[in-house]
């Protein structure tokens, strides 16, 4: 009974964590290029009562052994990188990547983070940043009298000013894949960071080597689905409510043990 209490106490901390995942996911349901976490669980060590194979009185192998398991573990929160459905904004500056690819953004202690939200403004200086002022690498700068940007699906970005009769190539927006981006590292505010697990970057210009295509006027908005959360969520809360039931029986039985008379 003693061994029931801890093993159902990690089923709790277990289904806690599941619900301060489901937390963050439903908090970003309205956030650009969100990528939605999963927990993974791990069940614990076995206590072998009885080994498989061993033998009876008689001489026989037992077909089965007995083992009692010890509860369960947090094994990963692993990133689920499905894209997100795309919304049309207007807004020429807003870019979603199509398939697989993330931008490059210059972090401020000068390694390159990696995003997939889009949401693109100019700085005083006419360059393309992130919301935070982090500057997209690599850098593209508009000039001041441009009447209009225009993005192809291969990154190229280019201006028409006033006077010219075609529009002017000023720099193309890479993009970057890994061969495992479940392996990147969240940092906040939209970023990845590499990782030995994810790999090295392979970076080119969209639509070349599986990189995606880039998608003017559109965003990428988070691919967490608001039912299938809520379905977990009850799941997760049900689940909690069983291994506190668990709790209290086994306090319950410990409670008529201790009260046996003789």
């Given at each position: 009974m003693i061994r029931s209490l801890f093993t159902a106490s990690t089923g709790m901390h277990a289904q806690d964590l599941n619900v301060s995942v489901i937390a963050n996911n439903l908090s970003n349901v309205n956030t650009a290029g969100f990528k939605r976490s999963r927990p993974d669980f791990q069940d614990l060590v076995y206590q072998n009562l009885r080994l498989v194979g061993t033998l009876n009185v008689t001489g026989n192998q037992v077909p089965t052994g007995a083992q009692l398991g010890l509860g369960v573990k947090p094994a990963a929160i692993q990133k689920i990188f499905i894209q997100g459905d795309f919304a049309q904004t207007q807004n020429p500056l807003d870019i979603a990547i199509e398939g697989k690819g993330f931008f490059q953004i210059t972090l401020p202690n000068g390694t390159i983070g990696y995003t997939r939200a889009g949401t693109f403004k100019l700085d005083q200086a006419g360059q393309l940043v992130t919301s935070d002022g982090l500057l997209l690498q690599?850098?593209?700068?508009?000039?001041?009298?441009?009447?209009?940007?225009?993005?192809?699906?291969?990154?190229?970005?280019?201006?028409?000013?006033?006077?010219?009769?075609?529009?002017?190539?000023?720099?193309?927006?890479?993009?970057?894949?890994?061969?495992?981006?479940?392996?990147?590292?969240?940092?906040?505010?939209?970023?990845?960071?590499?990782?030995?697990a994810s790999g090295a970057p392979n970076v080119g210009n969209p639509g070349i080597a599986d990189r995606g295509t880039v998608r003017q006027g559109f965003l990428e908005l988070s691919n967490v689905s608001v039912v299938e959360e809520m379905v977990n969520l009850i799941t997760a809360q049900r689940a909690y409510e069983v291994n506190s039931r668990t709790v209290q029986t086994a306090d319950e039985m410990l409670q008529v043990a201790s009260n046996l008379k003789r």
């Open positions: 690599p850098a593209i700068t508009i000039p001041q009298n441009a009447l209009n940007v225009g993005i192809d699906p291969t990154g190229q970005v280019a201006v028409t000013q006033p006077g010219a009769t075609t529009p002017s190539v000023v720099g193309t927006i890479q993009t970057a894949t890994f061969q495992n981006p479940a392996g990147l590292q969240a940092i906040g505010s939209n970023l990845f960071i590499q990782t030995s």
